[in-house]
């Protein structure tokens, strides 16, 4: 690992994953929500944790299908933008992001509060603040520290919390009055629907587990078990809660508490239980921020990988490997927020709420993506979790009816902020996102591939001195088969994951990447096709190319060729070798050169892809406003005549199965004794040649090396390697 990588580590095992997904669940809210909830439901507001608890477990079952098949960092955020693109992906960004810290805050304030409160010798907005901003100090250096030291500190403070909290509902059960609970729904099923929109921010700590997914050990096993697990212990845990604590004292008392949970166990076991209490709940603000802020920063840090944000922020560091960028960036916001407690703590309260809201409208997403996965089934989607198929399509239709049910039953306020987070979502893909060029979802390239698609050309960039190059013979290609519904250039280009699960990759080199596809576009504007860009990752940039060829059910593949074969285990590179062992359409390797397309040649001679070559030729040809020249050579047998006549029926028994008439051609036959090195005398007055793929193996190319090799390098002009589909070369073997 080096300085300004963007590569994050596996340190966090079940325990750890555990701890931080409880740590906002089983949290802040543990201590003050249940007022809130009692006010608004009575007793019945166990219930609405119940529901809340419902809802939160189909959103952790769809996570865990889609964490497990991308276990990278930016959870909700990085499946929807994968899935349905960079609009929905900024709207969910910037929800989760905002969410998050608002929620933080919230939580620090509290924080400050329970310090400040039981001491008389303390008083004051100011000192709560500042208590908070102390608090937010330590949960920065933590985070910026590193995420096995989080993972500890968040050990430590839940095993504290959860021991007390236990001690609390096992002592209260003792105390519980039935006659507290006989009017147990006071304000009936909408007010418990209410209720459960109100409640929900406290589930969102299983969500934090997918957003640190790059950070989990063995991924496949231990995200979906942690996400499930603690979404069903935490929902057990605040129902018992509910019940015991508003049968121990009145609903109507507690609704007017802002310690309601101190009120009760100063009932069950006086001034050591309201001490208790008060250390419990500072834990458990501290332990929610701690979470919170987490999975803040590795929201942004993935938004800045994929584009939607600066990738300055998608940099780690160089000794603590942690995103330090965006921890920090994450932490200014937050203090700023928790400033602003000191006139509007009202408004902090009000956004801490809105982070239900924007976390049901991402799990809502979450659940389509999940769908849009399904129907895409893009080639790299093989998640080692996958919904059964008793609970596919159910649970993610299930989750979307869900989650808009409570949003129904929110404030109207709540829904005017969270409505203006979503809009200012939308709003910074289009001025931001949108402008860089960012990839359509899996979805949409489906939805392309499965209609009535034009022809189109898969076009791999690397180098920004040949891709000009390279597009314009890919846009030849492309033109000469444009029908009905025209034609169509995607140009990718790959960036290889720096560690071994291929998810991670240096912020340096996806800037490399916009820039190339940038280029690309401002080049292919005067090319007569359409031109769309797609950035990938990929374990292998052999492997990312066929995927997505594969996605976008390509009709051709143009790579750029170094001119040479190398000797050892590829004949033409790893990469290359993987796309033809792989790719099934035609495909075309190209040494680009500087020289300008006005004369193309192709060699008839022998071989199961020389009707490619000849096509290739007929295209490039047709673009420069010339005829093409197809070359074919003969040794000698003594009657000059005979080998010329020979060559000319070769040539025109290859023209007629390459589909060429004889007045859209030239010939040439060369008689002598070394054909190979007449062929490449005769191929260096061309500005490109193109050469059917040799049906040679291996060792045979290696240890003799090709003819299209040897034009190459005696040459200035182009050459071109052509494969046709594989179906038609064994059709025609």
Not at 498 to 516: H, P
Not at 700 to 723: D, H, M, P, W, Y
Request: with cysteine; proline share 4%.
């Amino acid at each position: 690992m080096t300085a300004e990588s963007g590569e994050l580590e596996r340190n966090l095992g079940f325990l750890e994953a555990m701890t931080i997904g409880g740590g906002t669940m089983i949290g802040a809210g543990m201590f003050i929500l249940p007022g809130i909830a009692a006010d608004g439901a009575g007793p019945a507001s166990s219930v609405s944790f119940a529901i809340a608890g419902f809802v939160a477990l189909l959103a952790a079952l769809s996570l865990s299908e889609l964490a497990t098949a991308m276990p990278l960092a930016g959870g909700s955020y990085h499946y929807v933008n994968r899935s349905l693109g960079g609009l929905f992906g900024s709207i969910v960004g910037w929800g989760m992001w905002t969410g998050l810290m608002f929620a933080t805050a919230f939580y620090m304030i509290g924080f400050g509060q329970y310090i400040v409160q039981p001491l008389p010798f303390l008083d004051g907005r100011v000192l709560v603040v500042l208590v908070g901003l102390i608090g937010l100090l330590l949960i920065l250096s933590i985070n910026y520290y590193g995420t096995e030291e989080t993972g500890k500190a968040q050990n430590i403070m839940i095993g504290t919390q959860v021991s007390i909290v236990l001690l609390y509902l096992v002592f209260g059960l003792f105390f519980v009055s039935l006659g507290n609970l006989v009017d147990f729904a006071p304000r009936g099923a909408s007010g418990i629907v209410a209720t459960t929109g109100i409640v929900f921010v406290t589930f969102l700590g299983f969500e934090i587990i997918a957003t640190v997914a790059g950070e989990i050990k063995k991924p496949g096993k231990l995200i979906p078990l942690t996400m499930i697990l603690s979404v069903v212990l935490v929902t057990i845990l605040y129902v018992v809660l509910m019940l015991v604590t508003t049968g121990v004292v009145p609903y109507q008392e507690l609704g007017g508490s802002l310690v309601p949970v101190s009120d009760v166990a100063s009932v069950i076991a006086g001034p050591l239980g309201v001490g208790l209490i008060v250390f419990a709940a500072a834990v458990a603000a501290i332990s929610s921020s701690n979470s919170s802020t987490l999975a803040a920063s590795r929201v942004i840090y993935a938004m800045g990988r994929d584009g939607l944000m600066s990738s300055w922020l998608n940099e780690t560091h160089g000794s603590f490997n942690t995103p330090h960028r965006a921890v920090i960036t994450t932490g200014l916001v937050t203090g700023l927020l928790i400033s602003l407690g000191l006139g509007v703590e009202a408004i902090v309260e009000l956004l801490a709420e809105v982070a239900s809201f924007s976390f049901l409208v991402s799990y809502a997403l979450v659940h389509i993506s999940l769908v849009g996965f399904r129907y895409a089934e893009p080639a790299d989607y093989d998640p080692a979790f996958r919904l059964p198929r008793g609970l596919y399509p159910g649970v993610p239709i299930l989750g979307v009816v869900m989650t808009f049910v409570v949003i129904s039953q929110m404030a109207p306020l709540v829904l005017i902020v969270g409505t203006g987070i979503v809009g200012i979502g939308v709003g910074w893909y289009f001025v931001y996102g949108r402008p860089k060029g960012l990839d359509a979802g899996v979805v949409e390239r489906a939805y392309r591939s499965r209609g009535q698609q034009p022809y189109r050309v898969v076009v791999p960039v690397m180098n920004p001195e040949t891709q000009r190059g390279l597009l314009r013979f890919a846009a030849a290609a492309a033109e000469r088969h444009a029908g009905e519904n025209g034609a169509e250039l995607v140009v990718i280009n790959v960036v290889q994951a720096t560690d071994a699960d291929g998810r991670n990759v240096e912020a340096e080199r996806f800037e490399s990447q916009r820039e190339l596809l940038s280029s690309a576009s401002e080049i292919a504007e005067g090319l007569p096709v359409n031109i769309r860009t797609e950035a990938v990752v990929a374990e292998e940039v052999g492997s990312g190319i066929v995927t997505l060829v594969d996605e976008v059910d390509a009709d051709e593949v143009l790579l750029g060729w170094t001119g040479e074969i190398e000797q050892g285990t590829h004949v033409f590179g790893s990469v290359i070798d993987t796309v033809l062992a792989d790719v099934d359409c035609e495909l075309s390797l190209v040494k680009v050169t500087e020289a300008e397309v006005t004369t193309a040649a192709a060699l008839a001679g022998p071989g199961p892809n020389t009707d490619a070559a000849v096509k290739r030729a007929k295209q490039l040809a047709d673009a420069a406003g010339t005829l093409p020249v197809l070359l074919n050579a003969q040794r000698p047998d003594g009657d000059g005549a005979v080998p010329f006549d020979r060559g000319q029926e070769a040539i025109q028994w290859i023209a007629e199965r390459a589909g060429l008439d004889p007045g859209e051609y030239e010939s040439e036959v060369i008689v002598a004794e070394d054909i190979d090195s007449a062929l490449v005398t005769a191929a260096a007055e061309y500005d490109i040649v193109c050469v059917g793929l040799s049906a040679k193996d291996k060792r045979v190319r290696q240890l003799f090396g090709s003819i299209a090799e040897r034009i190459a390098r005696s040459g200035t002009g182009n050459v071109s390697i052509v494969r046709g589909p594989t179906e038609d070369i064994a059709n025609t073997d």
